[in-house]
């Protein structure tokens, strides 16, 4: 299994995000053209966390692999730069609001870890 | 040689020596011998790391390789990055850890992974019989279970026989720092937050410990 393979990663442009399942011959295609600048990137068993920016806004990509095959359970952008959790059991993104006084909003991803 | 200490930055803790838990770290004030054998430890760190590279070649193959910050214009064998290594065989992979700054012929920092345990090796520097505690790693982890990788900060989590082991490393200043190596029987929480990213770990006693880097990003 392997997801946002680094050495396929083009930093500053538009990159894809794609993903191989273990018996796949094709790579999954998530997100494609997003003219992106990555700032970093978190890897656990089962979820996938890649911080950029564009040119006005903070984006945050979520993938997940569920079942077998992998998904882009979250794209999401703000202003302000998102917050990541990983604790032993799940990750969790916060991203905070467009505009101030609005409450930031929390994504939690369930780690299925291998025992 | 890249010259390593272990790094303080705004989140280093006495407890952040390598292999094992910083249980000495909570020492009371007047607990003068703990404190002397945390400062031996810390001392085992930092020449761990000084002599990483310079004893330890980097195995083969390659698993995978992270790049800290891809520039399109250098080709990938002279940018700065961390790869991990196989130094087993295909049936038993047994992981390394070799960092290279931009251009460098040679590896900054390659490391062991696995359980460490603190052995009192003599220092052949040393005339007198002075033992140092350094820490070995016998059995080699088998497989990456984390990675966090922001700006200049690259977290490892590997993992092996029940244990795990979160490594740290810093490109900064043009060189490649090892702050951390840390055994755990747990995944260590961490929090990307700005331009920070923060580890969490405990002591054997269950004081919480927590470790912020500067990314280096804006």
């Known amino acids: 299994m392997r997801v946002c393979y680094a050495d396929a990663i083009t930093y500053d442009g538009f990159p894809q995000i794609v993903a191989w399942s273990a ?9 494609d053209g997003v ?10 068993e089962t979820v996938f966390v890649l911080a950029s920016e564009s040119a006005s806004r903070q984006l945050v990509y979520v993938v997940t692999y569920e079942q077998g095959g ?3 359970a979250l794209h999401a952008g703000s202003k302000a730069k998102p917050t990541v959790e990983v604790s032993e059991e799940k990750v969790i993104v916060k ?13 939690e991803f369930p780690i299925h870890a291998k025992p | 040689m890249q010259n390593r200490e272990p790094l303080g930055g705004s989140g280093s803790r006495a407890g ?22 945390l400062v031996l430890l810390l001392l085992a ?43 087993g065989t295909a049936d038993k992979v047994e992981l390394q850890i070799v960092a ?77 720092w090892v702050p951390s190596q840390k055994d755990s029987d747990r995944r260590l929480p961490v929090e990307l937050y700005d331009n920070t990213v923060t580890l969490t770990s405990w002591s054997q006693n269950g004081t919480q410990w927590k470790s912020t880097y500067s990314t280096g990003l804006k």
């Open chain 2, 100 to 176: 290279w700054t931009a251009y460098a012929a040679e590896p900054s920092a390659v490391l062991k992974t696995g359980a460490g345990r603190i052995v009192w090796n003599r220092d052949p520097r040393f005339q007198g019989g002075l033992r140092l505690p350094t820490v070995q790693r016998d059995n080699a982890d088998n497989r990456i279970v984390r990675v966090v990788m922001a700006g200049n900060v690259f977290i490892v989590e590997t993992a092996g026989e029940g244990r795990s082991l979160v490594t740290v490393l810093l490109f900064e200043r043009g060189g490649v």
């Open chain 2, 45 to 87: 760190n930092m020449l761990m790391a000084q002599t990483a590279s310079g004893e330890l070649k980097p195995c083969e193959p390659i698993l995978t390789t992270f790049y800290p910050g891809w520039d399109s214009k250098v080709p990938a064998h002279k940018q700065a990055r961390v790869e991990i290594r196989n130094c």
């Open chain 1, 95 to 107: 991203v905070p609001p467009e505009e101030g006084g609005e409450p930031v909003t929390v994504h």
């Open chain 1, 23 to 31: 018996s796949s011959s094709e790579p999954a295609v998530l997100e």
């Open chain 2, 16 to 37: 952040d020596w390598s292999g094992g838990d910083p249980e000495q770290a909570g020492a009371a004030p007047g607990e003068e011998v703990r404190m002397i054998v």
């Open chain 1, 70 to 72: 992998f998904r882009l």
């Open chain 1, 35 to 44: 003219g992106i600048k990555i700032l970093g990137f978190v890897v656990t």
